[in-house]
Every structure is written in C-alpha cells, then in structure tokens.
C-alpha cells in the first residue's frame, strides 16, 4: 500500500471530523429512520477521523470516500426524487443544516480522491 501523506490525512481527519458533527447536529434535530442514518454517518465519520489521524492508511480514506457519498446522496436524493415525481417535496430545502452537511460531505469525499491520488503518485 502506498503511504498517504500526513498532512493530506490530516486535512481529510479535520473534514470527515466536521460532517460528523453535523450529521450528529441533524440527528439530534430530527427522529425516526433520518436520526439512525444520521447518528450512524456521525459515528463513522467521527470514529474514522480519529482512526485517519492516528494511523492515516489509504483503506480509511477509501471509507472516507464512501461515508461521503453516503451522505451526499442523503441530502440530494430528497430534493432529487420529488422533482421526478417520486415521494413528496423535502419539508424544507433550505435548511442550513442540510445544506451544510452536503458540502462537507462533498468536500470530504474529494479530499479524501485527491489525498488517495497524491500517494498513488508518490509511489510510482
């Protein structure tokens, strides 16, 4: 496995340690099935930046990537599936929290595919 640099997993930590707070943040706002995959996301992701910080591998950015994913798709697909006449139109679009938690995700997720390229590189 190539080594990942230090500072790119510390920027990873720092981003996936953020979206975890605010899924914990969503799930303390919210009940039912959207507080468990919330407080699940946050688990992950907190758990997994401490893990990244202590001993930064490319497997924990690959779990990165993908807790990412997760939750980019779990903001966008209540906006996404109304708009194609599936489910009913999300309670409020705009809520800062959502929105939020979406782009740290987003972030992370590109941290994490830059950061995994970067070694990859370094390697060869």
Known sequence: MPAVPRGGSTVVAATWAVAGVVHL??????????????????????????????????????VAAVAGVVGVGWFALPLILPLLGIGSPAADPLDAWRIGGFVVDALTVRLAAFTLRRAGRARA
């Open 25 to 62: 943040a969503i799930g303390l706002r919210t009940d039912g099935a959207i507080a468990v995959l919330a407080f699940a996301l946050a688990a992950v992701a907190l758990v997994g930046a401490v893990a990244l910080v202590a001993d930064p591998r490319p497997e924990l950015l690959v």
